[in-house]
């Protein structure tokens, strides 16, 4: 039956002689749906389809013309051949490479997004992914009220339906500043309008049901971004701006339990941090800090190398006072993405992230109110960095795919894009 679907389907496209241009950018629509819904398709699956379909759409050389003249996707692309290079003086090659294939994804989907997005599938593309959002937002709801249980994912005290609540805060973040652009700086209907705002409004107080502290405090820096790009440095924005979110924090601490809990809970852990206690959540990062700086002493030019900052960290745990807390003795990361850099790569591999994010802030755009947009997106993304690695997750992801999809899109909007010359299959 399998067989005869597949055969049938290969038929299909043979017949009709699609080209793989077209086939990419109808999966390119399906990766933006499944970006919110599936970690393992956005960071592990997924790239490499797109690759082996990028390749087969050919036009290499154009491409490759087009990525060099983006100077975010150079910076990108000698991040991660840094990374690659400290495998060199990594022993732990096995780690290192399941840590790459993150890094990888990044640029592939970047690139793709990037060089084959082509106009007409555009609209489609970020439909996708906010339609996405909105089923994850319904069912998120959905768990907060006791309605139903996803599978084992989600309690009513923490209602994310397919992501760690971190992350989830994250595209939440990121889905509202969209939801924005949408509404502000995109002609669409005025039916869609209202439910974008509808959307808008259920999206900013999803966020706050929810326990994900950095997508909540990322989302603070990202709206005082916003008003002083879009504004300017005027007083009374920014005056505004501060008196709106400290409204929206209010009302979030009187009428959500979880955000109350999570506000008290971080009080909780800066009170016992002062007292020398690191047993806890905030503790534990300061901890991973204290245990990582003989080792960034030790190689502080080029770092461990990819695969051994466990190895590292575990090895100078056991020599200093800090063992005493157990939970340090498994941890999956350092919850810091500009320290996991540093130790993997040194202050050069730091160096060149620090390059890479800057220039995020610094391309020039036409558009005064999508460079607004894409700044508060690029905070938000950036917070997250110092509370998780988020390029090895797919918040990486979600980066790699705002970066390609609006570079094109902002190169089509000056109308100095050259198409790719399709191929069929």
């Known amino acids: 039956m399998d067989g005869s679907i597949f055969d049938k389907t290969w038929h299909y496209l043979k017949t009709k002689h699609l080209p793989y241009s077209t086939i990419l950018n109808i999966l390119l629509v399906i990766y933006a749906a499944l970006l919110p819904i599936s970690g393992a398709f956005s960071t592990h699956t997924g790239p490499y389809i797109l690759l082996i379909l990028w390749l087969l759409e050919g036009d290499l050389p154009a491409k490759i013309q087009r990525i060099k003249s983006e100077k975010t996707f150079v910076l990108l692309t000698i991040l991660f051949l840094f990374y690659l290079l400290s495998l060199a003086w990594t022993e732990d090659i096995s780690r290192g490479l399941h840590s790459l294939k993150y890094y990888f994804s990044i640029v592939i989907v970047a690139f793709v997004y990037l060089t084959s997005a082509q106009k007409k599938f555009m609209m489609y593309i970020m439909g996708a992914f906010l339609f996405s959002m909105f089923v994850s937002e319904v069912l998120s709801y959905g768990i907060f009220l006791e309605w139903w249980q996803i599978g084992s994912r989600g309690t009513p005290d923490n209602p994310t339906p397919f992501m760690h609540h971190i992350k989830y805060s994250i595209f939440l973040g990121t889905t509202i500043f ?3 652009w949408q509404i502000l700086g995109t002609n669409i209907s ?31 820096f990202a709206f005082i971004v916003f008003s002083y790009i879009y504004f300017g440095a005027k007083i009374r924005y920014l005056i505004g701006t501060v008196l709106l979110l400290g409204v929206l924090f209010t009302a979030a601490y009187q009428f959500s339990p979880i955000f109350q809990n999570r506000v008290h809970a971080g009080i909780s852990d800066i009170e016992k941090m002062a007292e020398g206690n690191l047993g806890s959540s905030w503790g534990l990062r300061v901890a991973m800090k204290l245990n990582s700086i003989p080792i960034l002493k030790e190689h502080p030019l080029i770092g461990v190398g990819v695969g051994d900052v466990w190895k590292e960290f575990y090895d100078q745990l056991e020599k200093s006072e800090l063992k005493k807390y157990g939970y340090l003795h498994d941890i999956p990361h350092v919850h810091d993405q500009f320290l996991q850099t540093t130790l993997q790569t040194g202050i050069i591999g730091l160096g060149i992230l620090l390059m890479f994010l800057y220039s995020l802030y610094t391309k020039n755009y036409d558009d005064l109110l999508l460079k607004s947009i894409l700044s508060a997106i690029f905070t938000i993304i950036v917070f997250s960095f110092f509370t998780e690695v988020s390029m090895r997750n797919n918040t990486s992801a979600l980066l790699a795919f705002i970066i390609g999809f609006f570079w094109n899109y902002s190169t089509m909007k000056r109308g100095n894009i050259a198409p790719t010359t399709p191929k069929k299959i």
């Open 190 to 220: 005025r039916t869609m309008k209202f439910f974008e705002i509808l959307f808008l409004i259920s999206a900013t107080i999803n966020i706050f049901i929810n326990g994900g502290r950095t997508g909540q405090l990322g989302l603070i």
């Open 178 to 180: 969209l939801l924005l």
